[in-house]
Nanobody
Framework: QLHLVESGGGLVQPGGSLTLSCAVS????????IGWFRQAPGKEREGVSL????????YYADSVKGRFTISRDNAENTVYLQMNRLKPEDTAVYYC?????????????????????WGQGTQVTVSS
């Protein structure tokens, strides 16, 4: 059982930055890869980024590539999503999610249905 708690959301102006945190706890945290998803009102949940355990890889959606950076602090059991040059279209509820490493998507963030555990989400609003 994995427990995930997001934090760091808020209101930011276009062009600004935010860093989201995902605190990971539970049994076997080292055996899970962590991804970030987002869901805007009226839209489907979309994958944003995924980090593979041991720093073996990171993946990003095309819409955030070059602007967002995912990282993991294993000592703190925390995954971060650094978001720069934010745009109004980045407005959404952001979720972190865990997938067992042996089932992690290959080469991309994957679909939300592939992930087993989810946090409660944190709202990010980009507006002037």
């Amino acid at each position: 059982q994995l427990h995930l708690v997001e934090s760091g959301g808020g209101l930011v102006q276009p062009g600004g930055s935010l860093t989201l945190s995902c605190a990971v706890s539970g049994a076997g945290t080292d055996f899970y890869d962590i991804g970030w998803f987002r869901q805007a009102p009226g839209k489907e949940r979309e994958g944003v980024s995924l980090i593979i355990t041991g720093g073996r890889g990171t993946y990003y959606a095309d819409s955030v590539k070059g602007r967002f950076t995912i990282s993991r602090d294993n000592a703190e059991n925390t995954v971060y999503l650094q978001m720069n040059r934010l745009k109004p279209e980045d407005t959404a509820v952001y979720y972190c999610a865990g997938v067992p490493s042996h089932r992690a998507p290959i080469g991309n963030v994957g679909k939300s249905s592939e992930y087993d555990y989810w946090g409660q989400g944190t709202q990010v609003t980009v507006s002037s």
